[in-house]
């Protein structure tokens, strides 16, 4: 789109490879350091993408602490970055922040429903806590702020081993391995390709709305129903298995995207099959095997 981007990462659970094909372009700088320490950049800024933060279940039970600080204080430090060079800021939120939902589907009125202390509460919590600082430097500072609610997205790049259901489904489908399934197989989620998923943040990032909008894929479908169109796609042998649901997982998602459609004119394009097709290509070909995080990563907290 020609603008010069700085990407920021300390690598806890990403990995130098996915940035690896914008090494040495002109307008693409990076920067290993951790958002929850103060960052010094010199040159102008027009917006602060916040996207910092374990995403994964496994992920955030593994690294809780340094979920919980990301959200808060990394927030923190980002919109005062934004503050000082007069930048927006966007922060990428989750559907997590409606927890377990009582209603469905979910719009952006809906308060949620949390577990505060249960082990996915720091994530839920640490992204709610980050919309309400978000929004209290928007009226206290006048900083120009977006909150996107990102729902279920996928597509190449993402870890084997990160424990969402595609890319688990997609390894174990190849593998000619059992396809895990949690639960009764009945729960579930709206997953977005990746390419729609940014179609919809850039969208709001340019818009005057403050948000919180979701950005999501209506296409609403059960667990099973996403595993048995995996294995099918792969044309594997796989079966599935199935083993106890992890505490508070959430037994419904999909997102009202009505303010999307009517503010944004946005809605997603790509179908289950082509999003699932393009993502198995990926992991097929993909020469290095796992993209596994760094080995910086540590329990520091």
């Not at 997590?96 to 720091?122: F, I, L, T």
């Not at 599935?240 to 959430?250: F, H, I």
Request: with cysteine.
């Amino acid at each position: 789109m020609g603008a010069s981007v700085i990407c920021v990462d300390n690598f806890l659970t990403g990995n130098s490879d996915n940035i690896a094909h914008l090494t040495g372009h002109p307008r693409f700088e990076f920067m290993k350091h951790d958002v929850t320490h103060d960052l010094y950049i010199g040159a102008p800024i027009w917006a602060v993408l916040h996207f910092a933060s374990p995403a994964s279940p496994r992920d955030y039970l593994e690294f809780p602490i340094q979920t919980l600080k990301v959200g808060a204080i990394g927030t923190h430090k980002m919109l005062g970055l934004a503050k000082a060079k007069k930048a927006r800021f966007l922060l990428a939120s989750t559907s997590e922040v409606y927890g377990d939902p009582k209603v469905h589907p979910q719009p952006e009125d809906y308060w949620g429903n949390v577990n505060p202390v249960g082990p996915r509460g720091v994530y839920d919590e640490a992204k709610r806590f980050a919309e309400a600082l978000t929004m209290a430097y928007h009226r206290f500072h006048d900083v120009a702020v977006r909150i996107v609610r990102i729902f279920n997205t996928y597509g190449p790049r993402m870890r084997k081993s990160d424990g969402r259901a595609i890319p688990a489904f997609i390894t174990q489908a190849l593998a000619h391995q059992p396809v895990t399934i949690y639960g009764n197989g009945k729960q579930t989620r709206s997953f977005t390709y990746i390419d729609d998923e940014i179609s919809g943040i850039l969208r709001l990032l340019a818009s005057d709305m403050t948000g919180p909008v979701n950005i999501g894929n209506p296409n609403e479908m059960t667990v099973e129903q996403c595993a048995r169109l995996v294995i099918r796609l792969c044309n594997s042998p796989s079966k599935l298995v199935k083993r106890p649901l992890p505490e508070d997982d959430p037994k419904i998602r999909q997102p009202d995207i009505r303010l999307a459609r009517r503010t944004l004119k946005w809605e997603p394009l790509v179908q289950p099959e082509e999003g699932l097709q393009k993502t198995i290509e990926w992991f097929r070909n993909s020469m290095h095997g796992e993209t596994a995080p760094s080995k910086t990563r540590n329990k520091k907290g």
